[in-house]
């Protein structure tokens, strides 16, 4: 996903975008959003990989996996400002620009331009997100395999196995089955 889609900025709101972004750095393995911190900044993969997480009964579940161009933010705990139950951890060392939502939210409502790609990027991390919902609900192992591998094939070539089995949701066992058929048709 691109930032904010197609949304067309003028040369004035590029610059000011630009004046309120921050580059942010993080190691393999940090930390960059913890369970119960909110969510205030979205947040734009240069280079990098990023994995979502939560815990449910003591169990570790991958819930997005994203790498370059991409945007992460903990969507509930960005619009309400309350705590999180998502985690953010950098899977490879990783260059994110992050916005924050205070800064980005005022320029929306002085510029139109800007409202316009800001809404932009809610609407296409909600039609990815009902697209991995209606995926898990209707489709089988296989199919679920084969359409993360069409639309992301940088996550199977990048992420441990064990992530991209809890993101599809199913066991490492059947993801190796599955990755086995396609391999041999």
């Known amino acids: 996903m691109t930032i904010g889609g197609d949304a067309i900025l003028s040369r004035d709101s590029l610059h000011a975008l630009a004046a309120i972004l921050v580059c942010r750095k993080y190691k393999k393995g940090e930390r960059i959003l913890k369970e119960g911190e909110v969510c205030t900044c979205l947040r734009y993969i240069e280079k990098g990989m990023l994995r979502q997480f939560y815990f449910k009964y003591e169990k570790d579940l991958t819930e997005h996996l994203a790498y370059e161009g991409g945007v992460v933010v903990c969507l509930e705990s960005y619009l309400k400002q309350e705590p999180t139950r998502l985690m953010i951890e950098a899977l490879e060392p990783t260059v994110l620009w992050e916005i924050d939502k205070v800064e980005v939210e005022a320029m929306a409502m002085s510029r139109a331009d ?72």
Do not use: C
Request: a positive charge; hydrophobic letters at 40%; charged letters at 25%.
């Open 114 to 185: 800007v409202g316009v790609w800001y809404r932009k990027i809610f609407e296409a991390s909600l039609i990815e997100s009902q697209i991995k919902a209606d995926t898990l609900r209707f489709e089988p192992a296989h199919e679920r395999y084969n359409r993360l591998k069409q639309l992301h094939p940088e996550i199977l070539k990048r992420a441990p196995l064990i992530y991209i089995a809890s993101l599809l949701q199913m066991t490492p066992e059947t993801l190796s089955r599955v990755r086995s058929a396609a391999l041999n048709s």
